[in-house]
């Protein structure tokens, strides 16, 4: 039921209406039992990977260190959104109070802020393993590593409390029905019935800082691998940097290639059923893929897998 709640001469919506993913009934329950088993995989495939990361001493490295806080943001980045998308599955069209939406919202904004920064710190990782191997004990000892991650995370919830504070002060008259599955961005600037400039300036700012920004750092550091790829003068050394190097830029691929698109962009976003499609791919295919990618088919990590079934 709508509640409304009078400020002046303005009434401000208490409450959205999630559309979900489908409309169908017979739909509806297809897509629950194969998001359900995702959502299942996700958190079993992230958890392996930290406990193997944290129990095993060998994988005491720089790399599975970044590994490990990918796998513990990906628990909590599918526990945001994959919830409220299996309820309206469930369920179908249902409500959420304004304070449970801005609160989804600021949990969501500082994970995949933080993802991408982390995605940026394992790029400048391989760089260093790489193109200055010798240097990569000092350059990438723990304190280093810890303060990269520990940056990550707090600049992700920095980020989205200037985020989050914007979109929750804007004036919301109704309608107050949201084509999305979960409490998005640009879902509630299109419902927004005050002027939205600074809100998305802000958006805008934010995307260049994060979203570009880490891409470009990224980019830059696959640039100088590729040319010391090239210089190794001998074949298998070429395939052995490049497959340390190939998980990771599937993973940035698809992240960037999805997350751009949507928020790259200061204006509001009119097609919403694209915008669900892009946000399942990062918000449900990629946490799934990427511990198989990053490490399940990783020797070492398939080491201390076997090692951790035999012990038991």
């Given at each position: 039921?709508?509640r409304s709640l009078e400020l002046g001469n303005v009434t401000r919506v208490q409450e959205f209406v999630l559309l979900g993913l489908s409309t169908s009934p017979e739909t509806r329950e297809v897509l629950f039992?194969?998001?359900?088993?995702?959502?299942?995989?996700?958190?079993?495939?992230?958890?392996?990977?930290?406990?193997?990361?944290?129990?095993?001493?060998?994988?005491?490295k720089p790399m599975y260190f970044f590994l490990g806080n990918l796998s513990c943001l990906e628990m909590c980045y599918v526990s945001v959104t994959m919830p409220s998308l299996l309820v309206g599955l469930r369920t179908g069209p249902y409500h959420v109070p304004f304070t449970a939406c801005m609160t989804q919202l600021f949990f969501f904004i500082s994970l995949i802020c933080t993802?991408?920064?982390?995605?940026?710190?394992?790029?400048?990782?391989?760089?260093?393993?790489?193109?200055?191997?010798?240097?990569?004990?000092?350059?990438?000892?723990?304190?280093?590593?810890?303060?990269?991650?520990?940056?990550?995370?707090?600049?992700?919830?920095?980020?989205?409390?200037?985020?989050?504070?914007?979109?929750?002060?804007?004036?919301?008259?109704?309608?107050?029905?949201?084509?999305?599955?979960?409490?998005?961005?640009?879902?509630?600037?299109?419902?927004?019935?005050?002027?939205?400039?600074?809100?998305?300036?802000?958006?805008?700012?934010?995307?260049?800082?994060?979203?570009?920004?880490?891409?470009?750092?990224?980019?830059?550091?696959?640039?100088?691998?590729?040319?010391?790829?090239?210089?190794?003068?001998?074949?298998?050394?070429?395939?052995?940097?490049?497959?340390?190097?190939?998980?990771?830029?599937?993973?940035?691929?698809?992240?960037?290639?999805?997350?751009?698109?949507?928020?790259?962009?200061?204006?509001?976003?009119?097609?919403?059923?694209?915008?669900?499609?892009?946000?399942?791919?990062?918000?449900?295919?990629?946490?799934?893929?990427?511990?198989?990618?990053?490490?399940?088919?990783?020797?070492?990590?398939?080491?201390?897998?076997?090692?951790?079934?035999?012990?038991?």
């Amino acid at each position: 039921m709508e509640r409304s709640l009078e400020l002046g001469n303005v009434t401000r919506v208490q409450e959205f209406v999630l559309l979900g993913l489908s409309t169908s009934p017979e739909t509806r329950e297809v897509l629950f039992a194969v998001f359900l088993t995702l959502y299942l995989l996700t958190l079993l495939e992230n958890s392996l990977i930290v406990f193997l990361v944290c129990s095993h001493t060998e994988l005491h490295k720089p790399m599975y260190f970044f590994l490990g806080n990918l796998s513990c943001l990906e628990m909590c980045y599918v526990s945001v959104t994959m919830p409220s998308l299996l309820v309206g599955l469930r369920t179908g069209p249902y409500h959420v109070p304004f304070t449970a939406c801005m609160t989804q919202l600021f949990f969501f904004i500082s994970l995949i802020c933080t993802e991408c920064t982390l995605l940026a710190s394992m790029a400048c990782d391989r760089y260093v393993a790489i193109c200055r191997p010798l240097h990569y004990p000092l350059l990438m000892r723990p304190q280093v590593c810890l303060g990269l991650a520990g940056t990550s995370w707090l600049g992700g919830l920095l980020v989205s409390v200037v985020k989050t504070a914007c979109i929750a002060s804007l004036s919301y008259c109704g309608p107050n029905v949201l084509n999305h599955f979960f409490c998005d961005v640009s879902p509630l600037l299109n419902l927004s019935c005050t002027h939205v400039a600074l809100t998305e300036l802000v958006d805008f700012l934010s995307a260049i800082v994060i979203l570009w920004g880490s891409l470009l750092v990224a980019i830059a550091s696959y640039v100088a691998i590729a040319r010391a790829v090239l210089h190794m003068p001998s074949a298998a050394a070429r395939r052995k940097a490049l497959s340390t190097c190939a998980s990771h830029l599937v993973v940035v691929g698809i992240f960037y290639s999805a997350s751009l698109f949507i928020y790259a962009r200061p204006s509001r976003i009119e097609a919403m059923d694209l915008n669900k499609v892009l946000s399942v791919i990062y918000t449900v295919v990629t946490p799934t893929c990427n511990p198989v990618i990053y490490c399940l088919r990783n020797r070492e990590v398939q080491a201390a897998f076997r090692q951790t079934l035999h012990g038991s």
